[in-house]
């Protein structure tokens, strides 16, 4: 079973997601926006991060790494999983896997996007969804890896060395 609207709604507004933005509540899912924050891979296979308040465009060819807006604390109760909204997608822009967001992680989420053909984005557009699925039973393991807490685009921790632009 997924989470409906109204549970959704129950867990974001109690601190699961924040900053809360009741429009971003969909049916089945939560609608989740792009902070501004990106890094992307160079041809020399390193990453650039930068960050922006205006349209961005991504270039096809290229991998991107976007952080969301919300910074999201998941209950040890369920589990989320992250894609692309379907108007996203269909501008020819791909996600690499399909996130699985662990019992207990909490951060901004890193979405992997590689660029079919050029597009521009706006800081705070919503481009991903996530909906929730219960667990049976909470875990005896709850996530406390790499990406715990973090609010930048992140590499996993064994990646090419990042730059500033």
Known sequence: ????????????????VTPYD???????SIDLRWSGKAKWQEPSGGWTLFETDKPQALFHNYTYLLDTLEYIRMPLTACGFVT???????????QTHTGLVD?????TLTITLKIAEDVVFIPRQPLFQMWLQPLEAPPHN???GWY????????PDNAVQTRVM
């Open 1 to 16: 079973m997924i989470y409906p609207d109204w549970k959704i709604a129950h867990w974001a507004q109690a601190g699961g």
């Open 22 to 28: 009741l429009t971003m509540i969909r049916p089945a």
């Open 84 to 94: 692309l909204k379907s108007s996203t997608g269909r501008q020819g822009v791909f």
């Open 103 to 107: 019992p207990g992680f909490e951060g």
């Open 142 to 144: 709850t996530y406390s």
């Open 148 to 155: 715990q807490a973090s609010q930048n685009p992140r590499r």
